[in-house]
């Protein structure tokens, strides 16, 4: 008896600039990308009760031009009335799961997305399963979905009698409750070999920065995790999950 295991990982953005946009630096390095400059000796601040003024001096051609292809902001005060906020994430290809033969055992593959984003507050990452239980076939049955409790468990552990299918996330900007402190869940850093849970058809959030990382973005990577206990009953056949990944601006 053989359990072939495939995941069809899907990709929604949330949010995301339509059209072709054309990113342009004056200057960038590995560390940082200076989308504008301007050069000027002088302006400031004015208001009243009726108006309010901002002023600059020694900037020659500024103002707004456009056409069907273009829109040009020249001068810093042009540029600071239309910045434009855009969001971009990677897509990964399908995970594949090794086999799991009688008897029992365990698969594991990884599947990773890397967020870029120019808004200053951030963004958020996501994910869910289309179906519950996640990890199934049509006929044969399913994996229970991973189910420690309300928190991640620290270790992976599954019942001799059972088989189940869970997670657990690695990156630069992962939330707490993946963390770890070397015994315990919810804070500390990220090391996808603990902090496991299960999937749900609701949205989990795995990532979320809170300032603009364009050019570099940051990655996340979730760690899946499939077992089947020596003693679980389960139809031999191949089971497949859909999971669905959602960015989005802060």
Do not use: H
């Not at 239980?133 to 552990?157: E, H, I, M, R």
């Not at 056949?237 to 669905?244: H, I, P, V």
Request: glycine share 12%; charged share 15%.
């Amino acid at each position: 008896m053989r359990y072939n295991l495939f995941l069809i990982v899907g990709l929604i953005v949330g949010f995301l600039v339509a059209g072709n946009l054309a990113e342009a630096y004056v200057a960038s390095s590995d560390n940082y990308a200076l989308e504008k400059d301007s050069l000027n000796i002088g302006g400031g601040e004015l208001t009243s009760d009726s108006y309010g003024l901002g002023s600059t001096v020694g900037e020659v051609g500024t103002g707004d031009l456009s056409s069907d292809s273009y829109d040009l902001r020249a001068g810093y005060r042009a540029m600071e009335s239309d910045v434009e906020v855009f969001l971009t994430v990677s897509s990964p290809d399908d995970v594949g799961l090794s086999s799991i033969s009688e008897g029992g055992g365990s698969s594991s593959g990884e599947a990773s997305w890397t967020v870029a984003t120019n808004n200053s507050a951030g963004y958020r990452l996501s994910v869910k399963a289309s179906t519950n239980p996640t990890l199934k076939n049509s006929t044969s049955g399913s994996f229970s979905d991973y189910a420690p409790g309300v928190d991640p468990s620290y270790d992976w552990a599954v019942a001799e009698d059972t088989a189940a299918f869970g997670f657990a996330v690695t990156g630069d900007d992962v939330t707490d409750r993946f963390k770890n402190n070397g015994s315990s869940c919810g804070s500390g850093s990220a090391n996808f070999n603990y902090c496991w849970t299960g999937f749900s058809t609701s949205n989990q959030t795995i990532a979320e920065g809170t300032t603009a990382n364009n050019p570099a973005g940051a990655a996340t990577t979730l760690k899946l995790q499939a077992e089947v206990g020596p003693d679980a009953v389960l139809g031999a056949g191949s089971y497949e999950a859909t999971l669905t990944v959602t960015a989005i601006t802060l």
